[in-house]
Protein backbone atom coordinates (compact mmCIF):
# COMPACT_ATOMS: atom_id res chain seq x y z
CA UNK A 1 0.00 0.00 0.00
CA UNK A 2 1.69 3.47 -1.15
CA UNK A 3 0.41 6.73 -1.56
CA UNK A 4 2.28 9.47 -4.22
CA UNK A 5 3.16 12.51 -2.88
CA UNK A 6 3.30 16.07 -4.30
CA UNK A 7 1.65 18.69 -5.46
CA UNK A 8 3.04 21.59 -3.05
CA UNK A 9 5.62 23.41 -3.04
CA UNK A 10 9.15 21.99 -2.09
CA UNK A 11 10.53 22.39 1.31
CA UNK A 12 12.43 24.78 1.20
CA UNK A 13 15.40 26.13 4.05
CA UNK A 14 13.92 29.62 3.22
CA UNK A 15 10.94 28.17 5.06
CA UNK A 16 12.90 27.90 8.55
CA UNK A 17 14.37 31.64 8.19
CA UNK A 18 12.31 32.24 11.56
CA UNK A 19 13.33 29.04 13.16
CA UNK A 20 12.01 25.65 13.35
CA UNK A 21 8.98 26.81 15.64
CA UNK A 22 6.90 29.00 13.49
CA UNK A 23 6.98 26.24 10.77
CA UNK A 24 5.82 23.66 13.13
CA UNK A 25 3.10 26.01 14.07
CA UNK A 26 2.34 26.41 10.32
CA UNK A 27 1.98 23.37 9.76
CA UNK A 28 -0.13 22.25 12.61
CA UNK A 29 -2.50 25.54 11.37
CA UNK A 30 -2.44 23.81 8.21
CA UNK A 31 -3.43 20.54 9.56
CA UNK A 32 -6.33 22.46 11.49
CA UNK A 33 -7.65 23.95 8.53
CA UNK A 34 -7.28 20.64 6.53
CA UNK A 35 -9.68 19.16 8.91
CA UNK A 36 -7.51 16.98 10.41
CA UNK A 37 -8.82 15.27 13.47
CA UNK A 38 -6.79 16.12 16.09
CA UNK A 39 -3.61 17.88 14.15
CA UNK A 40 -1.56 18.43 17.56
CA UNK A 41 -1.11 14.61 18.10
CA UNK A 42 2.13 13.51 18.88
CA UNK A 43 3.83 10.20 19.07
CA UNK A 44 6.10 10.43 22.08
CA UNK A 45 8.98 8.14 22.29
CA UNK A 46 10.52 7.28 25.90
CA UNK A 47 12.98 4.46 27.01
CA UNK A 48 12.20 2.10 29.73
CA UNK A 49 15.62 0.97 31.77
CA UNK A 50 15.22 -2.72 32.46
CA UNK A 51 17.01 -5.48 33.87
CA UNK A 52 17.67 -6.72 30.58
CA UNK A 53 18.59 -3.46 29.18
CA UNK A 54 17.03 -0.20 28.01
CA UNK A 55 13.20 -0.91 26.08
CA UNK A 56 11.73 1.82 23.43
CA UNK A 57 8.03 2.52 23.99
CA UNK A 58 6.07 4.91 22.52
CA UNK A 59 2.07 6.36 22.73
CA UNK A 60 0.14 8.85 21.37
CA UNK A 61 0.01 12.28 23.32
CA UNK A 62 -1.36 15.58 22.51
CA UNK A 63 0.59 18.91 22.18
CA UNK A 64 -0.53 21.44 24.38
CA UNK A 65 1.88 23.83 24.63
CA UNK A 66 4.22 25.45 21.44
CA UNK A 67 7.04 27.99 21.45
CA UNK A 68 10.31 28.75 20.35
CA UNK A 69 11.62 26.61 24.03
CA UNK A 70 10.35 23.49 22.95
CA UNK A 71 6.96 21.63 22.92
CA UNK A 72 4.93 21.13 25.97
CA UNK A 73 2.36 17.66 27.12
CA UNK A 74 0.58 16.84 30.19
CA UNK A 75 0.49 13.65 32.11
CA UNK A 76 0.78 12.17 35.50
CA UNK A 77 4.16 12.20 36.30
CA UNK A 78 3.06 8.61 38.36
CA UNK A 79 2.39 6.97 34.60
CA UNK A 80 4.42 4.49 32.41
CA UNK A 81 5.45 8.00 30.94
CA UNK A 82 6.60 9.82 33.78
CA UNK A 83 8.27 7.37 35.50
CA UNK A 84 10.71 6.50 32.56
CA UNK A 85 11.33 10.03 32.16
CA UNK A 86 12.22 10.58 35.37
CA UNK A 87 14.79 7.82 34.72
CA UNK A 88 16.44 8.77 31.50
CA UNK A 89 14.60 12.65 30.91
CA UNK A 90 15.18 12.37 27.18
CA UNK A 91 12.46 11.75 24.37
CA UNK A 92 11.43 12.00 20.42
CA UNK A 93 8.27 12.98 19.68
CA UNK A 94 6.73 12.91 16.05
CA UNK A 95 3.85 14.83 14.66
CA UNK A 96 2.88 13.09 11.74
CA UNK A 97 -0.06 14.25 8.99
CA UNK A 98 -0.34 11.61 5.94
CA UNK A 99 -3.16 13.32 4.28
CA UNK A 100 -0.90 15.74 3.80
CA UNK A 101 2.09 13.86 3.60
CA UNK A 102 4.14 15.91 6.03
CA UNK A 103 5.68 15.19 9.52
CA UNK A 104 7.98 16.28 11.55
CA UNK A 105 10.25 14.44 14.30
CA UNK A 106 12.15 16.46 17.18
CA UNK A 107 14.19 14.83 19.87
CA UNK A 108 15.85 16.43 22.87
CA UNK A 109 16.04 16.48 26.89
CA UNK A 110 12.31 16.93 28.72
CA UNK A 111 12.03 18.44 31.91
CA UNK A 112 8.95 19.40 34.36
CA UNK A 113 7.28 22.65 33.64
CA UNK A 114 6.89 25.35 36.56
CA UNK A 115 4.19 24.07 38.52
CA UNK A 116 2.41 27.73 38.07
CA UNK A 117 2.44 26.83 34.31
CA UNK A 118 0.86 23.21 35.26
CA UNK A 119 -1.77 25.77 37.01
CA UNK A 120 -2.48 27.97 34.03
CA UNK A 121 -3.31 24.79 31.77
CA UNK A 122 -5.31 22.65 34.45
CA UNK A 123 -7.75 26.04 35.14
CA UNK A 124 -8.17 25.70 30.64
CA UNK A 125 -9.04 22.29 31.28
CA UNK A 126 -13.09 20.62 31.20
CA UNK A 127 -14.24 19.56 34.62
CA UNK A 128 -14.49 16.09 33.33
CA UNK A 129 -11.17 15.85 32.20
CA UNK A 130 -10.03 16.74 35.64
CA UNK A 131 -12.27 14.80 37.46
CA UNK A 132 -10.45 12.12 35.56
CA UNK A 133 -7.00 13.44 36.24
CA UNK A 134 -7.56 12.67 40.12
CA UNK A 135 -9.97 9.20 39.31
CA UNK A 136 -7.29 7.38 37.08
CA UNK A 137 -4.15 6.51 38.64
CA UNK A 138 -2.61 6.13 35.36
CA UNK A 139 -0.75 3.16 33.58
CA UNK A 140 -1.91 0.81 37.11
CA UNK A 141 -3.31 -2.25 36.78
CA UNK A 142 -7.15 -1.84 37.13
CA UNK A 143 -10.05 -4.86 37.55
CA UNK A 144 -12.65 -3.94 35.18
CA UNK A 145 -14.31 -1.27 33.00
CA UNK A 146 -16.99 -0.71 36.58
CA UNK A 147 -14.10 -0.66 38.66
CA UNK A 148 -12.90 2.50 36.75
CA UNK A 149 -16.36 3.95 36.72
CA UNK A 150 -16.72 3.30 40.27
CA UNK A 151 -13.41 5.57 40.69
CA UNK A 152 -14.85 8.67 38.98
CA UNK A 153 -17.86 8.38 40.50
CA UNK A 154 -16.24 8.60 43.90
CA UNK A 155 -13.88 11.62 43.07
CA UNK A 156 -16.84 13.16 40.93
CA UNK A 157 -19.12 12.93 44.56
CA UNK A 158 -16.17 14.11 46.10
CA UNK A 159 -15.28 17.41 44.26
CA UNK A 160 -19.05 18.26 43.72
CA UNK A 161 -19.45 21.33 45.80
CA UNK A 162 -15.44 22.48 44.50
CA UNK A 163 -16.15 25.18 42.04
CA UNK A 164 -12.10 24.37 41.06
CA UNK A 165 -10.54 21.69 41.20
CA UNK A 166 -6.84 21.48 42.42
CA UNK A 167 -4.16 20.06 40.19
CA UNK A 168 -3.45 16.53 41.49
CA UNK A 169 -0.23 16.84 43.24
CA UNK A 170 1.58 14.21 40.82
CA UNK A 171 -0.05 15.35 37.76
CA UNK A 172 1.75 18.20 35.52
CA UNK A 173 4.03 19.71 32.41
CA UNK A 174 6.84 18.08 30.26
CA UNK A 175 8.24 20.19 28.07
CA UNK A 176 10.91 18.80 25.55
CA UNK A 177 13.77 21.42 24.26
CA UNK A 178 14.77 20.10 21.18
CA UNK A 179 18.22 19.56 20.02
CA UNK A 180 16.98 18.45 16.78
CA UNK A 181 13.97 18.87 14.60
CA UNK A 182 13.25 17.00 11.39
CA UNK A 183 10.93 18.34 8.76
CA UNK A 184 9.66 15.99 6.07
CA UNK A 185 7.66 16.02 3.25
CA UNK A 186 6.61 13.71 0.79
CA UNK A 187 7.64 13.72 -2.96
CA UNK A 188 6.96 11.78 -5.95
CA UNK A 189 9.39 8.53 -6.74
CA UNK A 190 9.73 8.45 -3.06
CA UNK A 191 12.36 11.14 -3.06
CA UNK A 192 11.19 13.12 -0.11
CA UNK A 193 12.46 16.56 1.00
CA UNK A 194 13.88 16.38 4.38
CA UNK A 195 15.62 19.37 6.43
CA UNK A 196 17.08 18.93 9.81
CA UNK A 197 17.95 21.24 11.98
CA UNK A 198 20.39 20.86 14.46
CA UNK A 199 20.32 23.72 17.85
CA UNK A 200 22.63 24.26 20.20
CA UNK A 201 21.54 23.72 24.06
CA UNK A 202 18.81 26.25 25.19
CA UNK A 203 19.47 28.57 22.43
CA UNK A 204 16.32 30.32 20.57
CA UNK A 205 18.09 31.97 18.33
CA UNK A 206 17.81 31.06 14.23
CA UNK A 207 20.36 32.90 13.43
CA UNK A 208 22.22 29.74 15.36
CA UNK A 209 20.22 27.06 13.89
CA UNK A 210 22.64 24.46 11.26
CA UNK A 211 20.67 23.10 8.67
CA UNK A 212 21.76 19.91 6.52
CA UNK A 213 19.05 18.57 4.03
CA UNK A 214 19.16 15.08 4.06
CA UNK A 215 18.67 11.79 1.42
CA UNK A 216 15.29 10.17 1.29
Known amino acids: MRAEY ?22 IEQATRAGIAEPNAMVLATVELT ?15 LSPEG ?3 YTNY ?18 AWPALGRQVNLR ?12 VYWRSRP ?6 AWASQQSQPVGSRGDLDRLLDEVTTRFDDVDQIPVPANWGGFLLRPEQVEFWQGRRSRMH ?13 PAA ?4 RLQP
Open 6 to 27: GGDPDLDESWLADGWEPLLRSW
Open 51 to 65: DDGPRPTSRTVLCKG
Open 71 to 73: VTF
Open 209 to 212: MKLD
Open 193 to 205: NRIRVSLEPGCTD
Open 78 to 95: GSAKGNQLASLPFAAITF
Open 127 to 132: RNSQLG
Open 108 to 119: GPVRQVAREVTE
